[in-house]
């Protein structure tokens, strides 16, 4: 069983910015994503579109600001754990208790709920019968090093997210086939670089085309593919990989005892406790009066909600409004003395 102050579900921006301002109070952390990696809609909806209305930035790619508040919130060493959902929370002796669908307990005395538009899931694959080599032989998140070297593998997806995946994984492969359904994919140029590389290393395919049918009864041994031409060929392959995006599953809150408004929590605003001791709720999952489903929002609602939380986990002690221009405190927090 962990231990901790605070357990946040969800690692969108809002999600992030908890664990900030946590730090900044001086309180630990875990967090829990169902993506393999942070960031929430602006990691997997809109990476590279700008935005313009985060203060004092005039302009930064939605996967950059990600990648920023990853940076900020270093100096606290909040705890990861991806891949994993809470479907509830329970009460124990000392507060609160999560179980994750990986199976690792948290207790804490205070959860942040900041989930945002839902659980991200990946898009499965529609080919009959090809959901029985799911976690065999194939993956929608990452593949374990053992499906993958020195072996042939194919990776299917027309994103950016599944070019990236092929160059990663090739050099270690006996060859890999990046499978795209688009005609065109939208590729950089020192994307296309790597890929001319590893094609001249015969360490990489790219084909055009579309997935017809599994080959192979107990094991997959490879796959139909129509191409773009209406030919069809026979791919081997050991393990295939697809990155075909994802889309949001909204939570189901029933089991949650929050009281709720169109499956959002209602929140007090003085301190965005939900109508359960101890349960917070921040960024696009909330509601109140005159609500914006803004990034700046969630972050003055992930700083209040820090204050209250700070003032619950150290009763009797003054908890002070500091400024980290000028607080020692705060600036050892952040490990800068
Ligand atoms: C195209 C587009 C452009 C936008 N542009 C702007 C803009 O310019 N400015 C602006 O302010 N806002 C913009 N937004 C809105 C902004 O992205 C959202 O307000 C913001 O992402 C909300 O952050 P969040 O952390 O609350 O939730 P999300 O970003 O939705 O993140 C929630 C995270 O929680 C995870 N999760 C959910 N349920 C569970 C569970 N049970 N267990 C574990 N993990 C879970 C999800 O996988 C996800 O990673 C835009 C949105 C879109 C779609």
């Not at 009460?91 to 690792?104: M, R």
């Not at 189901?252 to 007090?268: M, P, Y």
């Amino acid at each position: 069983m962990n231990n901790t102050d605070a357990i946040i579900v969800g690692a969108g921006p809002c999600g992030l910015f908890q664990a900030f301002q946590l730090g900044l109070q001086g309180l630990r952390c875990h967090l829990i994503e169902a993506l393999p990696y942070t960031g929430g809609q602006c990691a997997e909806l809109y990476p590279d579109k700008p935005i313009y209305d985060i203060p004092g930035i005039p302009v930064l790619q939605a996967g950059q600001l990600r990648d920023q508040l990853e940076q900020q919130i270093k100096p606290f060493a909040p705890v990861f754990h991806h891949n994993q959902t809470v479907e509830d929370i329970d009460s124990s002796a000392d507060g609160l208790q999560v179980e994750t669908t990986a199976g690792l307990k948290i207790q804490a005395r205070s959860v942040i709920i900041a989930t945002g538009a839902g659980a991200f899931t990946p898009v499965k694959l529609r080919v009959e019968g090809i959901d029985r080599f799911e976690n065999q032989q194939l993956f929608y998140a990452q593949a374990a090093a053992q499906y993958i070297e020195q072996k042939q593998v194919v990776v299917t997806g027309d994103s950016a997210a599944a070019v990236n995946t092929a160059i990663d994984l090739a050099p270690t492969t006996t060859l890999t086939t990046l499978l795209h359904r688009k005609r065109r994919l939208e590729i950089q140029p020192e994307q296309q670089a790597r890929i001319t590389e590893l094609q001249q290393a015969n360490k990489l395919q790219v084909i055009n085309g579309k997935i017809l049918h599994a080959i192979g009864e107990s094991s997959l041994q490879g796959l139909q593919v129509q191409l773009q031409s209406k030919e069809e060929l026979m791919l081997n392959a050991d393990t295939l990989v697809a990155r075909l995006g994802s889309s949001p599953k909204s939570n189901d809150f029933s089991k949650w005892s929050l009281q709720t408004e169109r499956n959002l929590i209602s929140v007090d605003t003085t301190d965005f406790s939900s109508s359960r001791e101890g349960v917070y709720a921040v960024g696009d999952i909330n509601t109140y009066a005159e609500k914006r489903k803004l990034i700046l929002c969630g972050f003055h609602e992930a700083t209040l909600a820090a204050f209250a939380i700070a003032k619950k986990t150290k009763p009797g002690e003054p908890i002070h409004t500091l400024y980290t221009t000028t607080s020692t405190v705060l600036q050892q927090r952040l490990g800068l003395g």
